[in-house]
């Protein structure tokens, strides 16, 4: 057992409990902003006077299909981060451990698609997802959010690859191993922390991209959550139904943080890390 | 036996041939029975959730009368998102809509991609706002029928004004004496935030609504007359700024540099402000049940800029079109009428308060039965300013945005209204190059 | 070739093909509208201008109508602010991030709810929370000035994001929240991946805690450290959605992408607009190249 001073673990918590407090305050506010309606939503009170559902039943039964729009986003983002990190781990081993010319050049090339901003680029994807098919599924989508995400990806993949000890690759060879087995069943273990890291950021990412999703996606049944809060309305032109904006924020934050408790297991079992010793 | 079954077999043969030779016959006779145009229209009219019920209903009566089915398309709620998108799909030459609601600002944006509505409205503009039917044609051209409109007006605190024995202000310097008065008044140390005047002052587009008022109220034109010259630059325009600046920081808050219609309605409807500026659409909000200042509130035109100004109000409002890529136009248009027609605005008005762009309506006593006030809207909508938007054409929202950056300018006491109104004059002409 | 180069290309050859099927066109498009004069209204009629967009008389740089210089252009005044928002922003979440993680690396009971707690703001739709502070920094009914009135740290309310003094900072400080956790998940999984051998050698040698820090623990996280600044780097240059809803977008206020996105969208002007944006890239890409040489980031650098 490590041997902590007291005074250690009372500024450990404080910090713990402040770090918390700051996180999630806002957030807290959003809820307790979905619990209220009418005249209470401009009152400054942190908690609703008179709690109600209304706002989330108004969600699920309002002239959207919020429902299918949760599944939507499902889809798009689980899709996208399975390609990116398919493609990311493979490209991150050659990119991490093998020597080539160019390599300096090729990553900088990835990193200059991370350069443009996405409204330079809006319509030039428009036009290439239409002559593509994919115009108006949500599951064309999947395509500029991979292509979007990977840069990222390789990148931080790339580096954790390089980290790696070239004694347990040199092993693997001599055990007669190929490349594929090597990445997947030598390094994957090691790179858990990485790879959860970079799939949760990637996840995010796709699961909150609006400007994309709200020119690609006309059709209602085929849209994505962000769009779906942003075409929340209330009952007249001006009025921004902050009741019903916060409830669908929530709901659409839940899983996210659910997925982050999920995996965060996984960002701590590096401590294989030190399997080479011996 | 088989001679016996070969008759029979012949003459069932026989039968069946001659059926098979009417079938087409009685197939097409049926076709041509059953109306030609069974088309589905898709129309995008609304935002929010009112809209879309009374979209709904209107257009299923619709759908009922003429045997087509209607779509409904949603957009964004962010006019400047709408029209980004509806640009981005107009370019991809898109069918994905037919009909599409069209913001007062936007016939001169998008002219090259909207249907002339004249040879299907056989002369029934005539029966709208002179002012909005002129707002919409371009070139000689109809491109959208007048659904419903707006224009600014002046909210202000009845019991307020009584209990200090001041009347509704004629001119902004009235305004300006009674929020100051009211303001020091009310403001005890339980009630530290009462502010005299609030308004949107953001640099958006409704701040170029709000500023254009002031202007046109001190005769100082439109910013870019009818012809196409740019007029902003001239002593009365300078003399509006510089009075509105003078309000921030003295009856209206800091805060309205970045308030958009609804922060000013908050305020407004807590109770904290005596006077306010905003667009009608407030008015039954402010009159609900659980609002504290339900009955306490009235409307008047906005006031007018010294004794010899004028009354101005910015005319807002939306109109419906058919896009020219639509396949199917007759149908479109014809939706069109029937949804702009006298009883379908007449309905709305009633039922959702929306303003009728038929001067008739507003003495229907049906109409102001359901909704009193909108009886002194009548003049404030004859009169009202429209916006430089059809004479500078695809090249508003850049006017615009100028104009509402040097009024931020100004409001944000970064420039004095001279320097801003010169600099915007050298701005436009840029802009302008050779011509709109 | 030999063997081991022949896998990395094949190994690469997914990634490349799909990002120049995907991106080469709209990027090229981009670029390609830059050199001439194109309004939305009408892509069919464009129409080649040369460097008119960037240099010509009522282009980016060198305009002859900028009365008062360069700086005081609007393009001029985006370049400013979205520098010094990129500078703060980029240095106060790293630090903050550095923190956290090095908090959340400890042991402690309550870690998994905590770690997920921190994820909260990088969780949170970014319209959303920028909206969510905009009405909590509100000046009439926001709940900070309620607050802050009633510690009695401030006299009368303050408006926040509309004030010019305020506003850039109540940006910044938005844009810590929301990004910290970004930051601070990327060093935790460097700090998990370090060798415990290191630092139990350390400690048995007796060192203090803040040389162990300086001297082993920021030295080993160096790479990924890195890679995730130039990334928030990247990310702060382009900033748009929280300055777009936060405050009060006018010119003086306006982030380079902020104005890319008025010209291309809004003024409907794509030649003048992809110009800023093909600028924008190229700022964007000196300002990282200027980062990795400054901090010696090594890019063919041989394995561990």
């Given at each position: 057992m490590k041997h902590r001073p007291l005074w250690g673990t009372v500024v450990l918590y404080a910090l713990a409990a402040l770090v918390v407090l700051i996180s999630v305050y806002p957030f807290l506010y959003a809820v307790s902003t979905s619990f209220k309606s009418g005249a209470a939503l401009f009152d400054t009170n942190l908690w609703p006077t008179a709690p109600s559902f209304a706002n989330y039943i108004g969600l699920f039964e309002g002239s959207q299909p919020f429902g299918r729009h949760l599944l939507n986003s499902i889809m798009v983002a689980t899709l996208t981060v399975t390609c990116a990190v398919l493609l990311g781990v493979t490209a991150a081993y050659a990119l991490g451990r093998i020597q080539f010319k160019g390599k300096g050049l090729l990553l900088l090339a990835i990193l200059g698609v991370s350069m443009f901003p996405q409204v330079a680029v809006l319509s030039g994807m428009f036009e290439l997802i239409q002559s593509l098919g994919l115009y108006n599924r949500a599951l064309g989508l999947v395509v500029p959010y991979t292509i979007f995400t990977l840069p990222f990806t390789v990148w931080i993949l790339t580096t954790f690859m390089r980290q790696l000890p070239k004694e347990l690759e040199e092993a693997a060879i001599m055990d007669g191993c190929g490349p594929l087995r090597i990445i997947f069943l030598v390094f994957m273990p090691l790179l858990w922390p990485a790879l959860v890291s970079t799939g949760l950021l990637a996840f995010i990412g796709a699961w909150n991209e609006f400007l994309f999703a709200l020119t690609f996606v006309v059709d209602d049944a085929e849209r994505t959550v962000p769009v779906s809060i942003s075409l929340i309305s209330g009952a007249n032109a001006f009025e921004i139904p902050w009741g019903s904006i916060m409830a669908a924020s929530v709901v659409v934050t839940v899983p996210l943080l659910a997925l982050v408790l999920v995996f965060q297991k996984k960002i701590v079992s590096g401590l294989t890390a030190g399997a080479v010793k011996g | 036996m088989n001679v016996q079954m070969n008759r029979q077999s012949r003459y069932s043969l026989f039968l069946t041939k001659l059926v098979a030779a009417f079938v087409p016959v009685i197939a097409i006779s049926l076709a041509a029975m059953t109306p030609a145009h069974a088309v589905t229209v898709t129309i995008a009219c609304g935002t929010n959730g009112a809209d879309f019920e009374f979209c709904k209903r209107h257009t299923g009566e619709w759908a009922k009368k003429t045997g087509n089915t209607v779509k409904l398309f949603s957009q964004p709620i962010s006019t400047t998102d709408s029209l980004a998108l509806y640009r981005q799909l107009f370019a991809a030459k898109?069918?994905?809509?037919?009909i599409i609601i069209v913001d007062v600002v936007w016939p001169g944006i998008i002219k090259d991609h909207l249907l002339d509505l004249k040879k299907y409205s056989k002369g029934v503009e005539s029966q709208h706002f002179p002012a909005i039917v002129a707002n919409n044609t371009v070139d000689g051209k109809l491109l959208g029928m007048p659904w419903f409109t707006d224009a600014g007006l002046l909210y202000y605190r009845k019991d307020l004004l009584d209990k200090h024995g001041l009347k509704v202000p004629d001119t902004w310097e009235d305004l300006a004496a009674a929020a100051k008065k009211v303001q020091a008044a009310e403001r005890t140390p339980a009630a530290a935030d009462f502010q005299g005047f609030v308004f949107p002052a953001k640099a958006f587009e409704g701040l170029s609504c709000v500023a254009l008022e002031w202007v046109a109220s001190y005769g100082g034109g439109s910013i870019v007359d009818s012809s196409g010259?740019?007029?902003?630059?001239n002593a009365s325009a300078v003399k509006a700024l510089n009075t509105a600046a003078s309000w921030i920081g003295t009856i209206s808050p800091n805060g309205v540099l970045n308030y958009a219609e609804e922060d000013t309605r908050g305020v407004f409807q807590n109770g904290k402000a005596l006077f306010m500026r905003n667009w009608p659409y407030a008015y039954s909000l402010m009159q609900a049940p659980d609002s504290p200042v339900k009955g306490k509130f009235g409307v008047a035109p906005l006031p007018k800029g010294g004794a010899g100004g004028k009354n101005a109000a910015t005319l807002g409002g939306w109109q419906l079109a058919v896009t020219k890529y639509s396949k199917v136009p007759d149908a479109a248009a014809d939706l069109v009428m029937f949804m702009t027609s006298a009883e379908v605005q007449k309905d709305r008005a009633i039922k959702?308060?929306?303003?009728?762009?038929?001067?008739?309506l507003y003495k229907d006593k049906d109409v102001i039965a359901a909704n009193?006030?909108?009886?002194?809207l009548l003049d404030v909508f004859t009169n009202a300013v429209a916006r430089p938007s059809t004479a500078t054409g695809i090249k508003y929202p850049e006017v615009s945005q100028a104009f509402w950056d040097a009024t931020h300018d100004v409001l944000s006491k970064k420039s004095t209204g001279e320097e801003a109104v010169r600099k915007l004059e050298g701005r436009l002409n840029q802009v302008k190059r050779n011509k709109w | 070739m030999n063997n081991r180069t022949r896998t990395a290309w094949l190994f690469l050859a997914p990634m490349i093909i799909l990002m120049i099927v995907v991106a080469a066109w709209p990027l090229g498009r981009s670029i390609w509208f830059s050199f001439t004069e194109t309004n939305i209204n009408d892509l069919a009629a464009s129409r080649f201008v040369g460097f008119e967009n960037y240099f010509?008389?009522?282009?980016?740089?060198?305009?002859?109508?900028?009365s008062e210089g360069f700086w005081r252009s609007d393009w001029g005044v985006s370049i400013r602010n979205t520098f010094t928002f990129a500078f703060f922003s980029v240095g106060l979440e790293t630090l903050a991030g550095l923190g956290v993680a090095m908090l959340l690396n400890q042991e402690f009971r309550g870690r998994a709810f905590v770690r997920t707690a921190v994820l909260v703001p990088w969780a949170i739709p970014t319209i959303v929370s920028a909206k969510m502070w905009g009405w909590m920094l509100h000046d009439q009914f926001g709940i900070i000035n309620q607050m802050m009135v009633n510690a009695g740290l401030i006299a009368q309310k303050v408006a926040w994001t509309a004030d010019p003094q305020y506003a850039m900072w109540t940006v910044v400080a938005v844009d810590v929240w929301k990004t910290t956790p970004f930051m601070a998940l990327l060093i935790l999984a460097a700090l998990q991946t370090l060798p415990k051998d290191c630092y139990e050698a350390a400690k048995v040698d007796g060192v203090h805690p803040l040389r162990l820090f300086w001297k082993v623990t920021l030295p080993l996280i160096k790479g990924p450290l890195l890679v995730a600044v130039i990334f928030r780097l990247l990310d702060a240059l382009r900033v748009f959605d929280l300055i777009f809803v936060l405050t009060s977008n006018s010119s003086s206020t306006i982030s380079m992408s902020g104005f890319v996105r008025r010209e291309m969208i809004?003024?409907?002007n794509m030649g003048y607009g992809s110009a800023a944006s093909t600028s924008l890239f190229l700022i964007i890409f000196l300002a990282a190249f200027i980062f990795m040489r400054l901090a010696r980031v090594k890019l063919s650098e041989e394995s561990a």
């Open positions: - | 898109s069918t994905d809509v037919d010259k740019v007029t902003i630059n959702g308060s929306y303003n009728p762009t038929r001067p008739d009193p006030f909108m009886a002194s | 010509g008389e009522f282009g980016l740089f060198a305009n002859p109508n900028h809004d003024n409907g």
